[in-house]
C-alpha cells in the first residue's frame, strides 16, 4: 500500500500536479524547505517554489493530504544579518512590552493584551491571591 501511496505523488515533471511533485523523503538532495534553507543560514532570495512534497496524513483534526514546498538550494542567498540599529529597535519595542501600565515597572515578562497590565495590578499581589484561593 505504502508504494501506491509513493507512486501517487510521484510527478518530478510536473505534468499532473503543475510543480514538480515529490513524495516524503524522496526529493532531490539540492531541493530544501524553508526550515533547511535556515538551518543552512540560507533564505530563497526571491525564487518562487520550485517543488513539492506531498504525503497523505492522519494526524488527529488535520487529515488528509499535507504539503511541503521546496526552494533550490543553488539560488538560495545567505541569510541577512540585521544592523545594530534594528537590534537596539528590537530590544526597545521588547522593553515597552514588558512595562505595566498601570504601576510602571518591568514586569520580566510580557505584559498580556487580555489584561494590558501586570499581573500584579491586575489580579493583586501572588501572596494575597494564594491566601484568596486557601
Known sequence: M????????WDPTGDRYGIPTYPWRMAPPHLLTLRQLATHG????????????????????APGTRAAYLYDVRFALPKRVPTAAQLAALDKANAARRRC?????DAGYVIPRCY????DCA?????ARMEEAA
Open 2 to 9: 505504502a508504494t501506491r501511496i509513493r507512486a501517487r505523488f
Open 42 to 61: 540560507l533564505r530563497p532570495g526571491g525564487q518562487g517554489v520550485q517543488a513539492q512534497i506531498l504525503w497523505c496524513s492522519r494526524r488527529h483534526g
Open 101 to 105: 501600565s498601570e504601576c510602571g515597572t
Open 116 to 119: 494590558g497590565m501586570c499581573l
Open 123 to 127: 489580579l493583586g499581589p501572588a501572596p
